[in-house]
């Protein structure tokens, strides 16, 4: 996204009704975070002047191939979320509902995505809001450790631009754990993908390099998970849905020396506010609680002015540590990218890494983002709150929203479900308080 | 050899009924173990002395399901699921579901912690049957199945078993392409209600016991002159063409299928698992990279329109009925390029929404009234 998504600086109505509120200015790290992804798309834009073959990339696919190859690699998902935050989902979902003939069912990731496709491809004429950043793509990178959607989509992709797809299918984890046959299958594939992506792309695998890549994200991956975990402090460094802002970062950058940078300024400021006792969550902090799901782009600015309304601040997500991915060898790799997502992983492991974040943030509520594109996580969910309540006795609700359309979200719903929850927290509190 | 009529009946009536015909192999002394729709390892239920019973959902009236699903989870999970809460299923030793949408990639979790009596065995498919790995790896997803079937029979399936299932299976296969090359010369006695029916019975029956009742249907069919259909004939593809309501509305309006490309029928028997090759399971593992044109399995150059384009010139079809499951995004990413490829072909598709729970018909039936004029 070459837009941060700092909520506190989307939110004008909020402004306007303010007087004369000095504007805080923009944290070091989130113009850092500007200027990595306006490059992202610059060097996409030069390589393909060049006539280097560029990729588009699914969000959990491993970053550090490509980043060893010195590939150029662009992300439908981060960018689809930064239009849909724009409020300019509109014309991509009806070309796409429309003229394209899909249905509206779809994952709208994927809706706008194929739109805006259609307009690189020439077969529609939809104004690009961006000018057409995301460049027209010569192969796929696919996993599928997200959804199955995925797989779907990039087919859909493959044959409307005639261009190959380079898929490791990472299966998803009825067990615990990734079993070892899973591993090997997964090893074999990515073996294959790596000899083959050389040969499409006439680029060299190079051991060192991929060592030293393997090791920058290694970093990025722990410091990553480290800002998240600051947010354990009370009150919490920074606002939660801030740290949406980095996943770009995370995403797209997984690999590279510019991430560690953000993310060691990242870390720098959160630790700044925390010993000087501050926090750039624009209330004060009554409640904390965790955030289940991927962010309403299209309604970001509203969820934090109703949560800032009540002081609840979301200081555990289920969502942004996916791309906290650890490992230190190929097959540590395949291990790692097929339980990288809970999306991937059975109700089990999904309910122990909720409960563990739940605790260590010391939540006192969940929020469940019933996000209308991404059946994966919605056909779980209600199992999952249920137990996960009970586990951690914390109340939970839920609301209708969407990634990115805008069309299935009601502002009064999200408000009446807020203060529901708020009613039951503050019940717990005085509950608490009075022994 | 009996009637054919009485035949076709039998398999309707296991249609209508599947309970029933649990409870006969259950009264037999059989296990039976459920599988969830669309693809389940049959084989290795029936080389393990058990009954696998499909699980394609059903009418019924949402209830306890909707604590686990949301209201847009297609209308076979959902029925699965009440069917599994209200204990419809009580009696099947276990259910196989495999996770090959993101829908049933929930289902296998629901079912674990909604329906703790019927104890749930999770396969994954590989997706990426480019890789060689893949075998190996379907391999031991088989090999996690068995062992959990032999707790519940106490001891391990025998090679010698699997080998002979999969004679059963590949001769049950080759029955059921013969009975769907009869049936179109007979499209006035098979109706597309009883086509569905001699299918779908499929799942409901021990394989070699159905095998028999088709073959004689086959040659109670073959004994009858060839019927020159006057009427229209349709290629149905998608998941399923049901409930039976959609049959009748297609026979409504004269128009017969002469062949089909859904999961949930011709797709179950169209890939056979090779005789030779190396032992049961290394080739069972290799029959699933022959499936084919179904939206669940990752396939490059959306193939679908292509093989409908064939199939409706073989079976001298005037169109084609695409029947999509309400909430199968499989189905609707394959839906555009599908319909594109056929108007490229000259083919005329209608799609239909197909909804297990549907009360009301008449929106399909003003829709299959105006392809039909259209034909």
Not at chain 1, 386 to 391: A, I
Request: charge should be negative; charged fraction near 20%.
């Amino acid at each position: 996204m070459s837009d941060t998504l700092n909520p506190t600086a989307a939110a004008p109505a909020q402004a306007a009704a303010a007087p004369a509120k000095p504007k805080r200015p923009k944290a070091k790290s989130l113009l850092m975070i500007g200027e990595q992804t306006n490059a992202l798309f610059e060097n996409a834009r030069l390589a393909k002047e060049r006539g280097e073959k560029v990729g588009w990339s699914a969000s959990i696919f491993p970053q550090e191939i490509a980043e060893t190859l010195g590939l150029n690699v662009l992300y439908p998902e981060n960018h689809t979320a930064g239009i849909a935050a724009r409020h300019q989902a509109d014309p991509f979902l009806q070309e796409c509902e429309g003229p394209m003939g899909y249905s509206n069912d779809l994952c709208a990731y994927a809706k706008l995505n194929l739109a805006y496709t259609a307009v690189l491809n020439g077969e529609s004429s939809v104004e690009l809001p961006d000018g057409g950043k995301m460049v027209k793509p010569d192969f796929l990178l696919l996993t599928n450790n997200i959804c199955n959607q995925l797989t779907k989509w990039y087919e859909n992709l493959a044959r409307q631009l005639d261009i190959p797809v380079f898929f490791i299918d990472t299966c998803y984890n009825p067990m615990d754990y990734v079993t070892e046959t899973r591993v090997r299958y997964v090893r074999a594939q990515i073996d294959q993908l790596i000899r083959d992506l050389c040969a499409f792309t006439g680029k060299t695998w190079d051991d060192e390099r991929f060592k030293k890549v393997m090791e920058i994200s290694q970093r990025n991956s722990y410091l990553w998970e480290r800002a998240n975990n600051l947010m354990d402090h009370k009150p919490a460094p920074i606002g939660g849905f801030e740290l949406f802002n980095y996943m770009s970062a995370m995403v797209c950058n997984r690999g590279k020396e510019s991430t560690t940078a953000i993310m060691e300024q990242l870390n720098a400021e959160m630790e700044q506010h925390i010993k000087e006792g501050t926090s750039t969550f624009p209330a004060k902090e009554e409640y904390r609680v965790s955030w289940d799901g991927i962010a309403c782009w299209p309604y970001l600015s509203h969820n934090l002015r109703t949560l800032k309304q009540y002081g609840i601040n979301m200081v555990a997500s289920s969502y942004g540590k996916a791309w906290a991915i650890q490992y230190d060898d190929l097959d540590g790799m395949a291990r790692a990218y097929c339980f990288a997502s809970t999306n991937g992983d059975n109700a089990s492991t999904m309910l122990s890494r909720r409960y563990e974040a739940l605790t260590r943030m010391g939540c006192e509520g969940t929020i469940y983002h019933v996000n209308r594109s991404c059946k994966v996580m919605d056909c779980q969910m209600m199992e999952v709150q249920r137990q996960l309540s009970k586990m951690a006795g914390v109340p939970f609700t839920s609301f209708d929203g969407d990634q990115a359309d805008y069309r299935n979200y009601s502002e009064a719903q999200f408000e009446t479900r807020i203060q529901g929850l708020v009613e039951v927290m503050k019940q717990n509190k005085e509950a608490k308080s009075n022994g | 050899m009996a009637d054919l009529q009485e035949s076709i009946a039998r398999l309707q009536a296991a249609c209508r009924d599947p309970r029933a015909q649990m409870d006969r192999y259950l009264a037999q002394g059989k296990k039976v173990v459920g599988c969830f729709a669309p693809w389940a390892p049959e084989e290795l239920v029936h080389a393990s002395g058990m009954i696998p019973m499909g699980m394609w959902g059903g009418h019924t009236e949402l209830k306890s399901a909707k604590s686990y699903l949301p209201a847009f989870a297609c209308s076979i999970m959902q029925a699965n699921m009440e069917f599994g809460l209200n204990g419809a299923y009580e009696g099947m030793s276990a259910v196989i579901i495999p996770a090959i949408c993101d829908t049933l990639r929930c289902m296998t979790q629901n079912w674990r912690f909604g329906v703790k009596s019927i104890p749930a065995i999770a396969i994954v498919y590989p997706q990426n049957r480019r890789s060689p790995a893949s075998t190996d790896y379907l391999i031991s997803e088989y090999e996690g199945v068995l062992l959990q079937l032999a707790a519940l029979t106490g001891c391990m399936m025998s090679e010698t078993a699997l080998c002979e299932t999969i004679r059963i299976y590949n001769e049950h296969n080759r029955t059921m392409r013969e009975f769907a090359a009869a049936a179109a010369e007979h499209l006035d006695v098979i109706t597309p209600q009883v086509r569905h029916a001699v299918f779908k019975s499929a799942f409901f029956f021990e394989k070699s016991e159905h095998t028999a009742i088709v073959q004689d249907i086959i040659a109670g069919l073959k004994a009858l002159p060839v019927c020159q259909w006057s009427g229209k004939k349709v290629v149905l593809t998608g998941i399923m063409c049901e409930p039976e309501q959609v049959l009748d509305i297609l026979a409504d309006n004269g128009i017969a299928v002469a062949a089909d490309d859904l999961v949930q029928e011709s797709q179950q028997f169209r890939a056979d698992t090779p005789e030779t090759g190396g032992g049961g399971l290394k080739r069972l593992a290799l029959q699933w990279n022959e499936r084919y044109g179904c939206s669940l399995i990752h396939e490059l150059g959306k193939p679908r329109g292509g093989e409908l384009a064939k199939l409706c010139a073989g079976a001298g079809a005037d169109g084609v009925i695409n029947c999509m499951v309400k909430f199968c995004d499989p189905e609707e990413y394959d839906q555009p390029w599908l319909e594109k490829d056929l108007r490229a072909a000259g083919i005329p598709c209608a799609s239909i929404e197909i909804d297990q729970q549907n009360a009301s018909f008449e929106q399909i039936r003003t829709r299959v009234q105006t392809f039909c004029e259209l034909l």
